[in-house]
RNA sequence: GCCGUUGUAGCUCAGUGGUAGAGCACUUCCUUGGUAAGGAAGAGGUCGAGAGUUCAAUUCUCUUCAACGGCUCCA
């Protein structure tokens, strides 16, 4: 008999070569009926694999995360069965599940393309073959077989996945028709999959390397009950609501031009609002803490870059140069050298240190074409940057005040949502992608390890993501329709500080070069902004919203009135208008709550007679009758505290 | 940059091998109305751009530009 423990801590014993599922039946069939797959001793199994050992269970279903990824998984080979019967030679790569929901294929289709109508005919077949309801079988097979089995079936990419797997370790999984190399699980049948959309259709470069091949991948998503596709597909449609892209355009955000150019942002009046009320916040924020404000110009000599690395590094994302007197020059893609012209322009000693200069930069990027993406991905970007000298020794407080100035930040937005990313180098991209310093990435890496760590501050590591110059904290979020993004970043340099040949004298009378903070928590106002506007769903808080206040006459009887609480409003320094149009209030109420503008001041005879406004907040409806006064007050406060409540 | 899709009025979108339509927005008039769309009339587009096929192209073909969905990239 072997020991079966469960997750509650019972114990019950089984004969060997029982599976999960029999184990689930023989605690209840509603368990058996709504598991997809099991945890044994911590790996996830298909159900109906045989265990011959004491083992650790704990039953996956729908509700778990590894339960979805392997219903969404067994769906890509069901996905991949469909299409195999209706383009027979077509060759298959990898087809997994994904983190934020579905699963998708990778398929080489030998020339042929597919069309949306053909996934509509696919979801048909699939909805036949899942009927079918046919089990998932597992066979373990030698690596001379599955060779033999692959080569035979003329799969080249099977048979390069099989070159980097051991023998002994090698399954294949089929269910109807269909056989794939796999390592699975999978669930035990088709029929459990009840409802399937096939998403979308993308190129995808094989393994994910723009020099090779580009295979055609298919999208998709399924569920236990249509019922679920159907939520999910309105959850679709609400986050397409808060497209920053959408919002952008309907709330006169910002605009594009084709004659202006790709990538390049024109921010309308409401945007520029928001614009200068984020300077605002960081001027005050940054003044608080020391910093220096600089302005600097868009351009620089070629010179400058070779000396900093971006030219080496970076030349592929810089605009091409423009040439003047036999000079060539760049606009710029950072700030950072500029700044450091301007540290080196007086003699620094180290009582000068920390010594830190602040600027809303705007920077150029040539990003590619196809990465361009509503204000979240642009060419000209507006950056809340700063570089912060210093010390080894004041380094860690420096780097944590930055972080601290992070948090303050996010207190004020409300935002929560976000990983903290340690971003490492890659040592054999050394000379390629970064400064090479092994001994410097090493040390600073590990500084900036500890003070995360110190910080309490939970974050995950990732190789290969971090500046040329140095290692980094990125915040990253995604937008609604699930892409990450960093939104701000505070990173380390130890190199610029000496191609640069920036010094400062130390106490002891010694010269010595500076480690240098770059940093930028509010990110870029083009990020940022597209960042607030999906995430307040259009709603700012009142500080930052274009309009704050509509003054709504029920008729032009009231205009003169209307006329006084505007000044009144203005005279206190919000932002207000009045709807004067000859239309009803029901019209002009239903138009300002579109335009997102947080506070409508209904006016009509009783208003006037007693000098109060009828309050509406946004979203919320009739707020009640007051005096013009104390909305005054209360409107002045939610702005001056830069109040996130409605 | 690559694969795929799309491009018609300010916006959202119909439509056709015989030089275009709706709703909203806009303008004017009527209406002076109390918490999410009052009524009428009017104006507005060389159908993204260029070339080709055709008696004739917004419609078919090619090129190009841009947007969108991915891939790659992202200091």
Not at 101 to 125: N, P, Q, V
Request: aromatic share 10%; proline share 4%.
């Amino acid at each position: 008999m072997i020991k079966v423990s469960f997750p509650d801590g019972a114990v019950r014993e089984y004969d060997p070569g029982t599976s999960s599922m029999d184990i689930a039946r023989s605690i209840s069939e509603g368990l058996a009926r709504r598991i997809l797959a099991a945890s044994v001793n911590g790996q996830v199994w298909d159900l109906n694999r045989p265990i011959y050992e004491d083992s650790a269970i704990k039953f996956l279903a729908w509700d778990d995360k590894d339960g979805k990824s392997t219903f969404w998984h067994s769906t890509a080979h069901l996905m991949a069965e469909a299409i195999e019967a209706r383009f027979p030679g077509v060759k298959f790569w990898v087809g997994p599940p994904i983190d934020n929901g579905g699963f998708y294929y990778d398929i080489d289709l030998g020339g042929r393309s597919i069309t949306e109508e053909d996934l509509r005919a696919l979801e048909t077949d699939m909805a036949a073959l899942a009927k079918k309801n046919n089990p998932y079988v597992r066979k373990a097979i030698s690596k001379a077989d599955a060779v033999a089995y692959f080569t035979e079936k003329g799969d080249e990419y099977k048979l390069d996945l099989l070159q980097n797997l051991e023998d002994g370790n090698i399954t294949l999984y089929s269910q109807g028709n269909f056989t794939d190399l796999c390592r699975g699980p999978h669930i035990p049948s088709t029929g459990l999959i009840k409802a399937v959309k096939l998403t979308n259709i993308a190129g995808a470069y094989w393994k994910g390397d723009e020099k090779n091949k580009q295979l055609t991948r298919v999208y998709g998503i399924s569920f236990p009950s249509q019922k679920e596709l159907d939520e999910y597909l309105t959850l679709l449609e609400e986050a397409k609501k808060r497209d920053h892209r959408k919002l952008g355009k309907e709330l006169g955000i910002y605009t594009m031009d084709d004659d202006v150019g790709q990538g390049l942002i024109m921010w309308m009046p409401n945007g520029t609002i928001i614009i200068e009320e984020l300077e605002k916040l960081a001027k005050e924020t940054e003044g608080d803490a020391g910093y220096h404000r600089v302005v600097t110009p868009h351009i620089a000599k070629e010179n400058m870059y070779l000396t900093s690395g971006h030219l080496p590094y970076y030349a592929d994302s810089m605009y091409p140069p423009m040439e003047l007197d036999g000079e060539k020059y760049y606009l710029k893609s950072m700030n950072c050298p500029h700044h450091h012209k301007i540290y080196a322009a007086e003699p620094k000693s180290y009582r000068d240190l920390p010594y830190r200069l602040a600027e809303y930069g705007t920077v150029y990027r040539y990003e590619q074409s196809g990465e361009l993406f509503g204000l979240m991905r642009v060419r000209c970007l507006h950056m809340n940057d700063a570089h912060i000298y210093c010390t080894k020794s004041q380094f860690e407080s420096e780097f944590r005040a930055v972080n601290d100035m992070y948090l303050k930040y996010f207190k004020i937005f409300g935002i929560d949502k976000y990983v903290m990313r340690l971003s490492l180098h890659s040592p054999e991209k050394l000379g390629i992608k970064y400064v090479n310093h092994p001994e410097l990435w090493k040390e600073t890496e590990e500084m900036v390890r500890q003070v995360l760590i110190d910080s309490n501050i939970p974050f995950v590591e990732v190789q290969d993501e971090a500046a040329f110059y140095g290692p980094k904290i990125d915040v990253q979020i995604f937008s609604v329709i699930g892409r990450e993004f960093t939104l701000a970043t505070n990173q380390v340099d130890f190199s610029q500080g000496r191609s640069f040949k920036l010094e400062y004298t130390t106490a002891e009378n010694e010269t010595d070069v500076p480690l240098i903070i770059h940093r930028a928590p509010l990110g870029t106002h083009e990020r940022f902004i597209g960042f607030l506007l999906e995430h307040y769903a259009g709603k700012l808080p009142v500080w930052l919203s274009p309009a704050q206040v509509k003054v709504l006459p029920i008729s032009d009887k009231f205009m003169d009135y209307a006329k006084v609480v505007l000044g009144k409003l203005k005279a206190a320094g919000v932002r207000a208008s009045i709807d004067d149009r000859n239309e009803k209030i029901g019209k002009k109420i239903r138009e300002t709550e579109l335009q997102r503008i947080p506070y409508m001041l209904v006016i009509g005879e009783k208003e006037m007679n007693e000098g109060k406004v009828a309050v509406r907040r946004q979203g919320k409806g009739d707020s009640g009758v007051v005096l013009v006064e104390d909305f005054l007050t209360v409107i002045s406060r939610e702005i001056t505290n830069r109040s996130n409540e409605d």
